[in-house]
């Protein structure tokens, strides 16, 4: 599996479940959940988004458990980079996630899933990475605005002209570019993210 030294704990079981949860909702590619995890975290579940003005530091190595623990309450958490509303959509917390492991995690990220209506959806890698960061855009024309201001202001770097608003083919384009600084991922997906499954 892709990026499968990055994955902390239990290793073998953490694969055969994300393999399990692509087979449960018809995802062609087990792999690609391992890449959006990297992406999204570097598939490391105590990962806190950190914002300006946040405790901690944007920097993994100069972060610290106790910064990373006071920003769950209100930032995107763990492998799969879960915001606090929705982690009590599908019952937990932010706080919890952060105690849990990688495995345990999974079984969350696949009831976000359940609760999206995702099986036999995910068509490409994009799909994947669209119905975790912004799920209206799913199946969007690549016109189609993820949000608006709010959304672009707190994801600067996905509004690649700096209109203040993020499109669908915006955000293909910034997976694109996050892909190719990453070559391994990047050369397992191009090969089945440009056409449909």
Known sequence: MVFDSYIRDNKDAVIAKIVRIAGLIGCPKPDWFNIL??????????????QKGDPGSANP????DAA???????RATG?????PSTAR????TTQA?????????????YKYLQLLGAKNRIKSFYDLYIINFYPVALGKADNFVMGGAAV???NSSLDLNHNGAITVGEFKQSIDNRLKSVKTA????????????
């Open 152 to 154: 672009a202001a707190q």
């Open 61 to 64: 190595s100069k972060d610290t």
């Open 79 to 83: 492998i799969f980079q879960c915001m």
């Open 37 to 50: 995890f990297y992406l999204e975290s570097g598939v490391n579940p105590k990962a806190v988004n950190w």
């Open 89 to 92: 959509a599908i019952g937990t």
């Open 68 to 74: 990373r623990r006071q920003r769950c309450v209100k």
């Open 97 to 109: 996630l952060y105690d849990m492991n990688t495995l345990q995690q999974l079984d969350y990220y």
């Open 186 to 197: 990047y050369d397992f997906v191009i090969e089945t993210v440009k056409k449909k499954v």
